[in-house]
């Protein structure tokens, strides 16, 4: 029903800003709540940002003030702007369409893209 594709991530230094960008398909994109979750090497999948169908956001305290999440639904495309990046946010990065309007566990994200890798050199 609904298909994923992350892109963007890349090697940038300490400091530095990335857009990630996640295209979906399928007729009812609109109605999903979208996260992007984080996952690096012998860390469990962290849940880091959440916009709802009615626009809730959710970040981790992480990268509260550092992360953006948005929608363009009329693209069918949801973005994660990530400003003053730190050496642990290293990580693969995956988005993924939810169930209901607040989804925050991973169980409850039943869509998922095959990630894009980003690390962060400092």
């Known amino acids: 029903q609904v298909q994923l594709v992350e892109s963007g991530g890349r090697l940038v230094q300490a400091g530095g800003s990335l857009r990630l960008s996640c295209a979906a398909s399928g007729r009812t994109f609109s109605s999903y709540a979208m996260g992007w979750f984080r996952q690096a090497p012998g860390k469990e999948r962290e849940l880091v940002a959440r916009?709802?169908?009615?626009?809730?956001?959710y970040y981790a305290d992480s990268v509260k003030g550092r992360f953006t999440i948005s929608r363009d639904n009329a693209k069918n495309t949801v973005y994660l702007q990530m400003n003053s990046l730190k050496p642990e946010d290293t990580a693969l990065y995956y988005c993924?369409?939810?169930?209901?309007?607040?989804?925050?566990?991973?169980?409850?994200?039943?869509?998922w893209g095959q990630g894009t890798q980003v690390t962060v050199s400092s």
């Open positions: 993924a369409a939810g169930y209901g309007s607040s989804p925050f566990a991973v169980y409850e994200y039943g869509y």
């Open positions: 916009i709802s169908w009615s626009g809730e956001i």
